[in-house]
């Protein structure tokens, strides 16, 4: 079993940036793939990174790609997503998942791979 908690959302304006945690309690995160999805109102669940175990390989989706970074603490065993340069249509509820995948460059981020959700936090982004 285990737990995740998403924080760090918020209300920023388009251009700012944005950290996001998912601290996970009885598992190592470590030892998982992490991924991280978003979901607008109206909108279908949608992947956004994913960042692997040992070896650390990460995956994003394109409309993120160059602005958004994840990264691992394992002494915290916490997750991170790192979020630059948001814009408006970046505005969702964000949601860390733990899989039970692969992660890399070349792995699509699907959904139905993940198991234990977060209860997400809410970034809005303004125009």
């Known amino acids: 079993q285990g737990q995740l908690d998403e924080s760090g959302g918020g209300l920023v304006q388009a251009g700012s940036s944005l950290r996001l945690s998912c601290a996970a309690s009885?598992?190592?995160?470590?030892?998982?793939?992490i991924g991280w999805f978003r979901q607008a109102p109206g909108n279908e669940r949608e992947a956004v990174s994913c960042i692997g175990t040992t070896d650390g390989l990460t995956n994003f989706a394109d409309s993120v790609k160059g602005r958004f970074s994840v990264s691992r603490d394992d002494a915290e065993n916490t997750v991170y997503l790192q979020m630059n340069m948001l814009m408006p249509e970046d505005t969702a509820v964000y949601y860390c998942?733990?899989?039970?995948?692969?992660?890399?460059?070349?792995?699509?981020?699907?959904?139905?791979?993940?198991?234990?959700w977060g209860q997400g936090t809410q970034v809005t982004v303004s125009s």
């Open positions: 009885g598992f190592k995160v470590g030892n998982y793939v």
């Open positions: 998942a733990r899989g039970s995948t692969f992660c890399g460059a070349s792995v699509p981020i699907r959904s139905n791979q993940y198991h234990y």
